[in-house]
């Protein structure tokens, strides 16, 4: 059969010729040995189906970059961390090197929740100072050759993307695409296809293209899930929901409570996880910024497609992060004869928790409004959600007995 018609360009170019073979269902690891003498160069996961790319060995293919491969790595858990011995079985493997143009480049960005307790051993790296003077960390597995002008490259890149005070607070492991699959998924199989995960502040993605997926694509994501776990959308979870200024505009809360999205579904309903279109948009905004429209958009569904709001709200929420609600007071007084109930009203940019309280040495109740129907009530205070809409709400302090001054407290997302 034939290879699928959506690689990258590059991959497209490595693929050319190979055969393949085909195993249907997907095969444990064990029935995967025979394949070993044979250099692997590919896996996709399609549905319930397990491609092998297999590549004879050709010495006039020797030269070719092996970036878009997946070679099986001998790999041991010691003390549940994996370690990733030097083989000499295989010749080391080279770090990609970094392209801007490439962060497009993905059918699918296959990715999990990080299952590892804690660091891996058996990388190389550290700390590298970017071309901006900012400060990355990076380790690379031991499957590639020692090069630190390749991780310095990689830093570089990272240093381009937009970003904030976050990038020092990140690590990224760089491994081969079983040893991220390994790391993510804590499977001993092939037959998890995730080519890429974070957690904890730590990013796990390839150091080389796949026939599915660019190194580039999968760590610009990653490091979007970064960047909201790094920023606040209270009272929900950024990681999940996307940072405030974004699900604002994209309407988040409003499509949560009618079942349209799935903050923070990292399994069946992946596709509709607020959480992913957010990393995704980043994704999309990096790739814009080389000159191209966000799109095509087949990693997840169109309801998560970012609308003419929604870039440079993600951009507003990396260079300018939202840290919490204002607050704001307001006076006023009861007289024995005057009205015993005032009024204000109040607007919102974004979604949130609204909170209103009032102090008075008469006796008071606080109601909130939504229109005319009271949604939040209590006797000094009271609060309710906004989400979606016109994000307008009426605060009514109610005089029950007593007369005398009193101040109104409100707390807006």
Excluded at 18 to 26: C, D, G, K, N, T
Excluded at 136 to 154: F, G, M
Aim: aromatic share 10%; glycine share 10%; charged share 20%.
């Amino acid at each position: 059969m034939n290879p699928p018609e959506a690689f990258p360009e590059r991959a497209r170019t490595l693929a050319a010729g190979m055969p393949w073979r085909e195993f249907l269902p997907a095969h444990p690891a064990e029935e995967l040995l025979p394949l070993m003498s044979a250099e692997l160069r590919g896996i996709e996961k399609v549905r319930n189906y397990t491609w092998f790319l297999v590549q004879e060995r050709s010495p006039h293919r020797a030269e070719l970059k092996g970036g878009f491969g997946l070679v099986l790595a001998s790999v041991m858990v010691i003390g549940g961390a994996l370690v990733v011995p030097a083989s000499s079985a295989h010749a080391l493997r080279q770090l990609d090197r970094p392209n801007r143009a490439q962060i497009g480049a993905a059918m699918a960005i296959p990715e999990g929740r990080l299952r590892l307790a804690g660091p891996p051993v058996g990388f190389w790296g550290g700390e590298y100072t970017t071309s901006s003077n900012e400060r990355v960390t990076i380790y690379t597995s031991s499957s590639y050759t020692v090069d630190e002008a390749a991780n310095q490259r990689w830093a570089d890149f990272m240093g381009r993307l937009l970003h904030g005070s976050e990038l020092s607070r990140v690590t990224v492991y760089f491994a081969t695409p079983f040893e991220v699959n390994r790391l993510c998924t804590g499977a001993a199989d092939l037959v998890h296809d995730v080519l890429g995960c974070y957690g904890s502040s730590m990013i796990f993605a390839p150091g080389e293209d796949t026939t599915k997926v660019s190194a580039e694509s999968v760590l610009t994501h990653e490091y979007g899930h970064h960047i909201a776990a790094n920023r606040s959308n209270a009272p929900w979870r950024a990681i999940d929901w996307g940072a405030k200024r974004w699900a604002t505009a994209m309407n988040i809360c409003a499509l949560s409570r009618v079942h349209v999205v799935f903050p923070g579904d990292e399994s069946l309903l992946y596709r509709l996880n607020p959480g992913e279109g957010f990393a995704e948009t980043y994704r999309g905004f990096s790739e814009r910024t080389e000159g191209h429209h966000i799109g095509p958009w087949g990693v997840l569904d169109t309801a998560l497609y970012p609308g003419g709001d929604a870039v440079p709200a993600i951009v507003a929420d990396v260079l300018n992060p939202w840290t919490g609600n204002q607050t704001k007071s307001f006076h006023g007084r009861f007289t024995a004869h005057g009205p015993s109930v005032k009024t204000f009203t109040f607007k919102s940019r974004f979604d949130g928790t609204f909170s209103a309280s009032a102090t008075s040495h008469a006796r008071i109740r606080i109601a909130i409004l939504n229109w005319r129907t009271v949604v939040a009530r209590g006797r000094g205070s009271a609060h309710t959600t906004l989400c979606g809409g016109l994000r307008e709400r009426d605060v009514r302090v109610i005089r029950t007995r007593g007369n005398g001054s009193f101040t109104l407290t409100v707390s807006l997302p």
